[in-house]
């Protein structure tokens, strides 16, 4: 098979921007080579110079003035809810009640739970995010379905089988013992096969017992470089209910401390209302608190305070994500296009440099994947998005006035949707539905 070179304007980020004029802070070139086999990218550079030492054999794609990024990274989402998004409900424990536990129930059905799969990676590489950190169900069904579809896509995801024994339907309940027997059956099965990550995955406090959570706990000792997702302080409600259900606990967060569920590849979710103790005692254990825009102002959850956490002393690791289905958009442009709207509510600013890395390599960062995702450099997985800043007609007409790629970013995150991803490359191959 033959190597393929991409022409285009290339955008790869190397840290996070500083201020929006951060030049230092990413590569850019604006007429880029980039050239790819076997699902690895294998240079990065200027066209003129990269293309006079490619073999003979090599096929170029001509995809100028398009930009080329790496492949979105969508860092908390519930694969069973694609068909409870844009359910209405006055908050979180409601939504979950009225919408999401009977939906999550059909994830018993082998047959169900392959559909929504194929929908879902349909989706999600339409609106160009090429790695996910997923939710499935409590059935073991779902995740075998979810990462069967990842393995056929040959794409780079994170999930996990929800434990949860208590607090919801009989449907949706396991017991300690099944939760840990499957969760172990799905790490066997899927975890390190093709490019698949398993995630332990205890939905939350709220929905697991004591016993449960010990569980949970010899998970994570006997596989300490897993991924372990949950989610944490996204409701007031929902904090005191936890609080309540967990007398001897200090906080929230402390409950995950006590069960050793806090370190550098654990993903909160939500993360809004944390005291002052908490924060710090997620920032010593490296945890990561995973920022849902849309989902946060959907439910009426909170304001995600991002320039807080970040200018503390003892500063916090920060993801972004969609949440779908409690968020609002698959697309990552509208998830930060939402944040950028909460900082603005909150008297701060995001510029778009910051936004455009969170998706890409920051996230990357937060999943501790930055060697293989998130970065166009020479050596990762040729996971990447082609991207049209004039997609629609009132973008071409804004386009028209832009004079800057920070401008031209800001275009993307504020009006940009899927009709903006041109393409999406999954290990190098081509994978945007063409319906």
């Not at 103790?277 to 959907?298: I, K, Q």
């Amino acid at each position: 098979m033959s190597a393929t070179l991409f022409r285009a304007r290339l955008l790869s980020f190397t840290r996070a921007p500083e201020h929006i004029d951060d030049s230092g802070s990413y590569r850019y070139e604006s007429d880029g080579a980039l050239l790819v086999d076997d699902g690895k990218i294998l240079a990065m550079g200027d066209y003129a110079t990269v293309s006079t030492s490619v073999p003979e054999d090599t096929v170029v794609i001509d995809r100028r003035p398009h930009l080329i990024l790496p492949g979105l990274i969508d860092t908390h989402v519930h694969f069973p809810q694609m068909q409870v998004i844009a359910s209405y409900a006055a908050n979180l424990l409601e939504w979950l009640n009225t919408y999401t536990f009977p939906e999550e129930c059909r994830f018993v059905e082998q047959a169900h739970a392959d559909r929504i799969a194929k929908a879902f990676f349909d989706e999600f590489f339409r609106n160009g995010t090429t790695t996910a950190v997923a939710y499935c169900s409590v059935h073991k069904a779902s995740a075998d379905a979810f990462f069967a579809e990842s393995l056929r896509r040959g794409s780079l995801m994170i999930g996990g089988k929800v434990m949860m024994d208590r607090n919801a339907p009989q449907g949706l309940l396991d017991t300690p013992e099944t939760g840990y027997d499957e969760t172990r059956q799905v790490i066997a099965d899927w975890h390190g096969k093709g490019r698949n990550h398993v995630a332990i995955t205890p939905r939350f406090a709220i929905t697991s017992t004591p016993e449960q959570m010990e569980r949970v706990q010899a998970l994570a000792q006997e596989f300490p470089d897993l991924h372990i997702q949950t989610h944490l302080s996204e409701n007031h409600d929902e904090i005191r209910y936890t609080c309540e259900l967990y007398p001897d606990a200090v906080d929230y967060t402390d409950i995950y401390a006590h069960y050793g569920l806090l370190g550098r590849k654990s993903l909160f979710g939500h993360a809004i209302h944390l005291s002052d103790r908490e924060a710090d005692a997620m920032s010593e254990a490296g945890a990561v608190a995973v920022h849902c825009p849309t989902s946060n102002l959907f439910l009426g959850s909170g304001l995600f305070p991002l320039r807080k956490y970040q200018r503390r002393d003892k500063k916090l690791r920060i993801a972004v994500a969609t949440d779908i289905g409690g968020g609002s958009s698959y697309s990552m442009f509208k998830t930060l296009d939402e944040a950028y709207k909460i900082q603005q509510l909150l008297g701060e600013r995001l510029n778009p440099l910051e936004s455009f890395h969170m998706m890409t390599l920051g996230n990357a960062e937060a999943l501790s994947l930055s060697d293989r995702i998130g970065t166009l450099e020479p050596g990762t997985d040729a996971d990447f998005v082609v991207l049209n800043a004039a997609a629609t007609p009132a973008m071409a007409l804004r386009m028209e006035t832009i004079r800057s790629l920070a401008e031209e970013l800001f275009l993307l995150q504020t009006l940009g949707d899927d009709r903006s991803v041109v393409e999406t490359y999954v290990a190098g191959r081509s994978m945007k539905p063409t319906a």
